[in-house]
């Protein structure tokens, strides 16, 4: 059964390359505009810059999961899951991770080439992208539960980012703080310590959460 969720996943995937490439995009594109507005003073790029990355983060990952489960809602796999041999934790924390990898990891891998683009320093690049690295599991993970807690909901585009937008934010000031402690020379492995912590905590707790919060919005 795992094999062929598995199996089933990649397919998915890549049959629609769009839900690959439309994240990358749209992180690149929101990027690119913000040299435009600042124009040329470098000095206020260079200090926003890393907020930028972020911030262009947490709207890739609320763009790929704020309709994760509307298809299977409509055709049935939900209770598919529900009702499988299978462990349905398991298989819930393995779509997590592959949402995670076809979304949030092809950004990431383009971290040096965004570092180049915009003349990073190399300390700064390795910093954002140890918390992008930490941070984005933690973003997916909450985005697909805003998701799953508006399954069935009209208006769940708008429902889902005001839900999961405030738990987003420990996860962005503990990664903003450690991008500005490592520009100022200032040590940084507690906030490092503290997204390992929340990462930790979160990714195995989430597939009994959605599990829950499905058969919820099953019964109702």
Known sequence: MIKNLIKKELILYFRNLNNVFLPLIFFFLIISIFPLVLGPDKLLFDNIIPGVIWITAILTTLLSSNNFFRDDYNNGVIEMYLTSSTGVELILFLRIIACW????????????????????????????????????????????????????LARNNILTPIIVIPFYIPVLIFSASAIDSVSLGLPYDMQLFILMALLFLILPIMPYLLKYTLELSINN
């Open 101 to 152: 990898l076809f979304t949030c990891l092809p950004i990431i891998l383009f971290m040096p080439l965004v570092s180049l683009l915009f003349d990073i320093s190399f300390e700064d690049s390795f910093v954002i992208l140890i918390t992008l690295l930490m941070g984005t599991p933690i973003l997916i993970s909450i985005g697909i539960f805003g998701s799953a807690l508006t399954l069935g």
